[in-house]
């Protein structure tokens, strides 16, 4: 194994938190790398079913799971005495689960988020929430992994590109060397808050993508929404304070083209079916996984009004979600306002 700031990294004690499809595929790179990796899932039958047959047949199924991963529906041994710790959860449920954590995770553990959203009532990212809720943990070693990663395509070793962003640089690189394989290339940055943006914001523009497509629309149209798409997003971020050039990288332009033109993206096919002419209820009554875009929505619209920033993309596809607004209508009122240049100030 490589080494990291001169320290061999082999004997790192690893935890992962989430045994959805994404935490299932980082939970097995780890494994698969050689790390006895200790993986909290949350219902049972997924625990017996890696124990038994090495496969998460709910979330991620057809894939051999390694004999290194050790799934357990007991939180506190999976991230007590650890070294680094990976949190995959869906959004809406991070703070009660590191809330649970909080009793038992040690303040020099690096702590690595690799879920996507902005929570709804706070407007915290996750690490945000982690910092509210660990007040222990040394908030250096916070980190956010994100970038255009399908979890089947990891699971299946396809060549991929990911950040990871913590306010330490040597935290970062620390993160970059526990998870970097010749097929998993990991990139470093210090925005943390700019990658955790992108991350989460990128999903709202999918939904209207999929939208899109639903609607039969064309290239045109995509190509027009994700370029004004990646503005929005730009705009809010470097409002709050991130670096511009971050939203250019694999964890902004990088992640949002995936979403926003790939068929396994949640994101994209809730929108898709919006465009058909299914009502959200109705889509979300047949997934088991999370569409974290739905509830983002819903965050960026408030936080955009809240801060004052112009998101008219991520505003409409509120109004589509939640007051019934038809897209064709939204798009009429996108494709209409008011005249302007193209490029911002920032």
């Not at 097995?28 to 090495?54: S, Y």
């Not at 959200?280 to 569409?291: C, D, F, G, H, Y």
């Not at 979600?321 to 240049?341: D, F, G, I, W």
Request: net charge neutral; proline share 3%; hydrophobic share 40%.
């Amino acid at each position: 194994m490589e080494k990291a700031n001169g320290m061999d990294i082999s004997r790192t004690r690893i935890g992962v938190v989430g045994g959805g499809s994404w935490g299932t595929a980082l939970a097995n790179l780890l494994a698969t790398k050689g790390f006895q990796t200790e993986f909290w899932v949350f219902e049972e039958e997924v625990r017996e079913q890696i124990e038994k047959d090495r496969e998460n047949r709910i979330f991620l199924p057809g894939f051999t799971l390694s004999e290194n991963l050790h799934p357990t529906n007991d939180l506190a041994r999976v991230v007590a005495k650890k070294d680094l710790v990976l949190i995959v959860v869906p959004s809406h449920v991070m703070r009660e689960v590191s809330s649970k954590m909080s009793a038992y995770i040690g303040s020099g553990t690096v702590l690595v988020s690799a879920s996507k959203g902005i929570e709804n009532v706070t407007h915290r990212t996750m690490t945000g929430i982690l910092a509210e809720t660990l007040p222990h943990l040394d908030g250096t070693r916070l980190a956010a992994l994100s970038g255009p990663t399908f979890a089947k395509e990891v699971a299946r070793m396809a060549p991929s590109v990911i950040t990871a962003a913590s306010m330490d640089p040597s935290v970062a690189e620390y993160v970059q060397q526990i998870f970097a394989t010749p097929y998993f290339r990991v990139y470093t940055s210090s925005d943390r808050l700019g990658v955790e943006l992108g991350g989460s914001v990128k999903n709202v523009i999918a939904i209207a993508a999929g939208i899109i497509d639903g609607l039969g629309l064309g290239l045109n149209t995509r190509a027009a929404l994700i370029t004004r798409g990646l503005a929005e997003i730009r705009r809010l971020g470097v409002h709050m304070g991130a670096n511009p050039r971050t939203f250019t990288g694999s964890a902004g332009l990088g992640d949002l083209v995936l979403t926003c033109t790939g068929d396994l993206s949640r994101n994209h096919t809730v929108g898709k079916k919006i465009g058909e002419g299914m009502t959200l209820n109705e889509i979300l009554a047949e997934m088991r996984m999370v569409a974290e875009g739905v509830k983002t929505a819903k965050s960026v619209y408030n936080l955009s009004r809240k801060l004052g920033v112009e998101m008219p993309i991520s505003q409409e596809i509120y109004r589509i979600l939640y007051e019934n607004v038809s897209p064709r209508e939204a798009l009429h009122r996108l494709m209409t306002r008011n005249l302007k240049q193209e490029l911002d100030e920032y």
